[in-house]
C-alpha cells in the first residue's frame, strides 16, 4: 500500500503512519483505503461553527466537528477520512497541517454517524516538522460511543488534532 499523494511534510507523514497505525490495531488482515481529504477554514469570533465530511459506500459514515474558537485571524484545518477495505472501520482525523493553532477553543466535538468510536484521542499540538503530536490530558475529553468532546471547566481552550477510528454500528453491518 502506497503513502498518500500529495504534499510531502510532517503532517501528512504523521497523518499516514496515524492510519496505519489504527488499521493494525483494528486487524492485520484489514488495510485502509487511500484518505479523502478536505481542507476548511476555523474561523474565530466565539460563534458555533460544524464542518463535515462523509465517506464510504453511499457516504455510508460521516465525521462532524463543532466548535467554537476566540483570537486570531481564520487558520485552515484539514479533515481526513478513511476506510478499511471491507468497510466496516472508519478514520476521521481533524488537524491543524501547521502543527499548533492559535487559536482559543471555548469548546470542541467531533462525532461520527454510522459507526462507534473504538479510540479517540485529542492533542493539544499536532506534529510538524520534527516535532511530535502532544496530547490532551484525559481529564480535559471525553471520548462517548459517538463523539471526543472538550471537558467543560477541565479543558485548557488548546485543540490543534483529533483522531478516531470507529466501527461500523450494529445496524450498519
Request: aromatic share 10%; charged share 20%.
Amino acid at each position: 500500500m502506497a503513502a498518500p499523494s500529495g504534499r510531502r511534510d510532517g503532517s501528512s507523514a504523521s497523518l499516514w503512519a496515524a492510519l496505519l497505525l489504527a488499521a493494525v490495531a483494528l486487524s492485520s488482515a484489514e488495510a485502509v483505503s487511500e484518505p479523502t481529504t478536505v481542507a476548511f477554514d476555523v474561523r474565530p469570533g466565539g460563534v458555533v461553527h460544524s464542518f463535515s465530511k462523509s465517506v464510504g459506500p453511499g457516504d455510508k459514515y460521516t465525521c462532524v466537528f463543532t466548535y467554537a474558537s476566540q483570537g486570531g485571524t481564520n487558520e485552515q484545518w484539514q479533515m481526513s477520512l478513511g476506510t478499511s477495505e471491507d468497510n466496516q472501520h472508519f478514520t476521521c482525523t481533524i488537524w491543524r497541517p501547521q502543527g499548533k493553532s492559535y487559536l482559543y477553543f471555548m469548546q470542541f466535538k467531533a462525532e461520527v454517524r454510522g459507526a462507534h468510536i473504538e479510540y479517540a484521542m485529542a492533542y493539544s499540538k499536532a506534529a510538524f516538522e520534527s516535532e511530535s503530536d502532544i496530547p490532551l490530558k484525559k481529564e480535559e475529553f471525553e471520548v462517548t460511543k459517538t463523539a471526543v468532546a472538550h471537558r467543560p471547566g477541565a479543558f485548557k481552550a488548546e485543540l490543534s488534532k483529533l483522531v478516531i477510528v470507529a466501527k461500523a454500528s450494529h445496524n450498519e453491518l
